[in-house]
T-cell receptor
Framework: AQSVTQLDSHVSVSEGTPVLLRCNYSSSYSPSLFWYVQHPNKGLQLLLK??????LVKGINGFEAEFKKSETSFHLTKPSAHMSDAAEYFCVVSDGSSKGSQGNLIFGKGTKLSVKP | DSGVTQTPKHLITATGQRVTLRCSPR?????VYWYQQSLDQGLQFLIQ???????AKGNILERFSAQQFPDLHSELNLSSLELGDSALYFC??????????????FGPGTRLTVL
């Protein structure tokens, strides 16, 4: 079965410093992986997705993630944090375990990012 | 704005009651998905519809049901409500029955509070 583990429930950085949000996945096949962001009292917005093309994926708002099969990781990074990045981030794998469940999303537990001025 | 709309934004009701949550997918999208976000369970997939037909079920309780209408909007019906059903309910849509690479676009959610 597919699953994702977000290694940190809360990450705090200072504005202007790099952001690293860690995610490990488990999958018996080549997965599709996503990062979604949820700002307070808002819905979920897609940041980026990996679908077996380039292993380094660039997303919106300066975020990027690198798919590393050998490490089963898909960490999210940003070179310089901005106050507006404060939100909850979800690492997500697309369920391909059966034809009926294909495409359904399996979410990690989320990482809350705080950005200090 | 994802183009997915959900109503109502907030819903407060009592235990034992029944409520209906509504979702309109993005223009042209045929698939609708429902997810529940709660503090203890996190974000969980509930059910998927494609062009009016149920396509997949996740961790959906028997007290919950959904349907997708000919105009492609969807409703999630929650009955015999319990305190533990308090959660944020999201609807998402995609163009086709989602393959593993397809993107789902999420609505703003309906926050249900059961008192």
């Amino acid at each position: 079965a597919q699953s994702v583990t977000q290694l940190d429930s809360h990450v705090s950085v200072s504005e202007g410093t790099p952001v690293l949000l860690r995610c490990n996945y488990s999958s018996s096949y080549s997965p599709s992986l996503f990062w979604y962001v949820q700002h307070p009292n808002k819905g979920l917005q897609l940041l980026l997705k990996y679908t077996s093309a380039a292993t380094l994926v660039k997303g919106i708002n300066g975020f990027e993630a690198e798919f590393k099969k050998s490490e089963t990781s898909f960490h999210l990074t940003k070179p310089s944090a901005h106050m507006s990045d404060a939100a909850e981030y979800f690492c997500v794998v697309s369920d391909g375990s059966s034809k009926g469940s294909q495409g359904n999303l399996i979410f990690g537990k989320g990482t809350k990012l705080s950005v200090k001025p | 704005d994802s183009g997915v709309t959900q109503t109502p934004k907030h819903l407060i009701t009592a235990t034992g009651q029944r409520v209906t949550l509504r979702c309109s997918p993005r223009s042209g999208d045929l698939s609708v998905y429902w997810y529940q976000q709660s503090l203890d369970q996190g974000l969980q997939f509930l059910i998927q519809y494609y062009n009016g037909e149920e396509r997949a079920k996740g961790n959906i309780l028997e007290r919950f049901s959904a349907q997708q209408f000919p105009d492609l909007h969807s409703e999630l019906n929650l009955s015999s409500l319990e305190l533990g059903d308090s959660a944020l309910y999201f609807c998402a849509s995609s163009a086709f029955p989602a393959g593993v690479t397809d993107t789902q676009y999420f609505g703003p959610g309906t926050r249900l509070t059961v008192l």
